[in-house]
Structure formats: C-alpha cells, structure tokens
C-alpha cells in the first residue's frame, strides 16, 4: 500500500485545528515541507510534549513523506526556546542521518500561523488569498507527522494528545480517545476550580467558546488539542461576549483611526495588504463598500483586539463581520501584490508570547506541562464534523 494510501485508511486530518485530510494536502513537486511545531496559541503544550517523547517516530513519519512525495527539503518550525525537544528532535535526525533541518523562531504570537511560519523560514509570501504551495510549499502540524509515521504501520487515528488547562485541579496533557466529552477530560484534569466558567476548545486567543450549559454536549475530534478552562471575567471572554450591535457602535463612537490594529497586525507585516482600520473608518462613517477585500485576509489571530487598539474595541470582530457580507456578496480577494517594504519592521511590532499571556490574565496557569495520563472514558461521541 503506497503512503497515501496508508494516511487515508488511518484516518489522519490536520492535527493542528484545521483538520484538512492529510492525503490530499500531500503533493508530489512540492520544493519544501515545512513541520510546524511552533505551538501557536498560549497555554497550549501538546505538541511539545508529542516532540520530547515520539521524535523518532516524528523523523521515521518525515523520512518516509519526503523519500515517497520527492519533497527535497524538510524543515521543522519550531521556538528556539523549546530546548528540551530540540534536542530531542535532534537526536533522532543523527540517529537516523535525515536530511532535515530544525528551524529555531522567536517566542512571538502567531508564530504557528502557517503564513507567518513560512515567511520566518524562507522570506517568502504566501499569495493573498492563497495557499502555501503556491510557492511549492506543504506545511504540516508535528503532531499529525506522528499520525502519518504510525499510519504507516495500519494504526489508525483513534487517540490524541489534549492539553487541559486554566481553572482545573490539575493542568495536564491527556491522552484520549477520540469522541471524549470536554465535561469528561475536565474531570480528568481534577475538576474545574471556579464556580463560574466558559470552556474555550483549542487556543484562547481562537478558540470558540462554549458557557457551562454547553459544555455536557462537546466532545472533541481528531483536530482538538485543547481545553482551556477560564473565569467569565477573563477578557477574551467578554471581547467574545459584547453583541455585535455593541461593537459596531463602539466602532463609530471611538474608533481613533489610529492604525495601530493595521500596524500590528501579522499577515500585514508578511506584506498582504490586511488593513483592518480601513474596516474600521468604513463602519465608523457608515460607508461599508464591497471593495473592502482586506477582511477577507483577516486570519482572525485577535492581535488586533486584545493587544493593538488603544481604545478596547474589537477590529477583529468587524473584520469578520465585514468577510461574511463579503463572501455573501460573491467577493473574493482581486488583488494578489506583495507589498514587501511593510515588513521591514516586523522585530519591531511582533507580539511576546508572555506579554500576550499577561495581557490577557493568563498568566497564574502553566504554560508547560510534563505529565501525561492515558484517559478511558466510560464513553464517546465520534463527531462527524469537525467544528
């Protein structure tokens, strides 16, 4: 059986949120896969915790990707200060002889971001509008090169890596069967420790948000990777909370236009012309053209809301307001220029993981963890759509 078929049998998707089927984003001709073992999100610790402890398997996974799709080069994006998996990583590629690099980036918010990955390891940028291998580019979560590894011996996807954090007895990376209800995996992690709470499925900074009525009917899928538990006060929650009546008045009463949510943002500084104060001064004065493509590049990281505007309002909630007129417009992005000289001072204006943390009151909960426990619920629910 050829790989490809091997990654469709098992089941493998993206592990990394999207949850795209693996064996259609593996092409042959691609210059360059690139692993992404970044993290992305804050808190979040599982794919950390899958490169200290399978990294000969995560190399064995690549080799056999790279010898089967002629893909010349691998490169695996990860933070420089990761150093215990480095070196784990490290020592599997010399074990093996790989041909396969490690590519050390800076603590910053989104460094995972496929877009932003690819920029920090090769220059280059991803087309507006387009897709990584435009440029002959497969990028590739870490932990679902550890499903493609084990696929390769008929092991399917049935189990993940779920990191369970915040408010919980004890933060912990659970092993889990696919289907495990979050109400289950809280349990697990020793309960919640507030009395009123929101779940947030994945990272906080995008992660959707579920109140406690919601919580007993979320079971989690082959591409959730964590659980975060947060107070009702915690201002991700209540940016998520304000009705959108709310935001667009906010939006026309105190918008500054200050730029600073343009400035700042990340697919702006990797040169795609994304100007979410353009979105802002069009609902401020009541304009709202259609020709506002930009909100359709918005990768919706949050940057813009929680750290950028000076005034507390919410770009990154009108962006995503102003996509969906958009799209019901039949509006796709028309222009695909590249405006490098935006990204020139992009040291400058990235954002440190740990200020982000801070900014948005996360820091009392550990942003690492070591310990993993094998959970066996008395029950599951296999979702049939992820999301």
């Known amino acids: 059986m ?52 399978f990294a000969h398997e995560i190399v ?19 933070k420089g200060k990761y150093v215990r998996e480095i070196a784990a990583l490290q020592a599997a590629i010399d074990a093996k002889g790989a041909d396969i ?11 995972g971001d496929e877009q932003v990955l690819i920029y920090e390891i090769t220059g280059e940028t991803v087309p507006p509008g387009g897709i990584p291998i435009a440029l002959g580019i497969v990028v590739v979560n870490v932990t679902t090169i550890l499903n493609i590894s084990r696929a390769r011996s008929g092991q399917a996807v049935t189990r993940r890596y779920i990191t369970v954090n915040g408010e919980v007895g004890r933060p ?14 809280i349990q697990a992690a020793g309960g919640a420790t507030i009395r009123e709470y929101v779940v947030i499925r994945g990272g906080p900074m995008m992660g959707r948000q579920y109140r406690q009525n919601q919580v007993a ?73 259609l ?8 990768c919706e990281c949050g940057i813009c809301e929680v750290f950028a505007c000076p005034m507390g309002l919410s770009p990154r909630r009108m962006n995503v307001l102003v996509k969906a007129d958009l799209r019901a417009a039949g509006v796709k992005v028309a ?3 590249i405006y490098l000289d935006q990204t020139r001072p992009r040291e400058y204006r990235r954002v ?20 993993s426990i094998e959970f066996e619920p008395n029950r599951v629910k296999i979702p049939t759509r992820h999301g």
Do not use: W
């Open 2 to 53: 050829m790989l490809k078929e091997q990654i469709f049998a098992a089941g493998v998707i993206g592990a990394g949120g999207a949850g795209f089927p693996t064996h259609v984003k593996l092409v042959e001709g691609a210059k360059l896969l690139v692993v992404n073992a970044a993290e992305c999100e804050p808190l979040l610790a599982s794919d950390r915790y899958v490169m200290r402890h």
């Open 60 to 78: 064995a996974g690549l080799a056999a990707i790279a010898k089967e799709y002629r893909i010349p080069r691998v490169v695996i994006g990860t």
């Open 101 to 111: 690099e490690i590519f050390p980036v800076e603590s910053f918010y989104p460094a």
């Open 172 to 185: 912990i990376i659970l092993d889990a069967p696919v289907g495990a209800f979050a109400e289950d995996l």
């Open 217 to 289: 009917g979320i079971s989690y899928g082959k591409a959730d990777g964590g659980l975060l538990v947060v107070g009702t006060e915690n201002p991700v929650v209540r940016l998520a909370a304000k009705p959108a009546e709310h935001i667009i008045a906010q939006a026309r009463s105190v918008c500054i236009q200050c730029s600073l949510c343009t400035e700042m943002c990340p697919r702006y500084l990797i040169g795609h012309k994304m100007r979410p104060n353009r979105v802002m001064r069009s609902v401020g004065t009541n304009t709202h053209p």
């Open 291 to 298: 020709d506002l493509e930009d909100a359709l590049l918005c």
């Open 335 to 337: 222009d695909a220029d």
């Open 352 to 371: 440190s993981q740990s200020r982000l943390i801070e900014r948005i009151n996360l820091g009392a909960y550990p942003n690492h963890l070591d310990d």
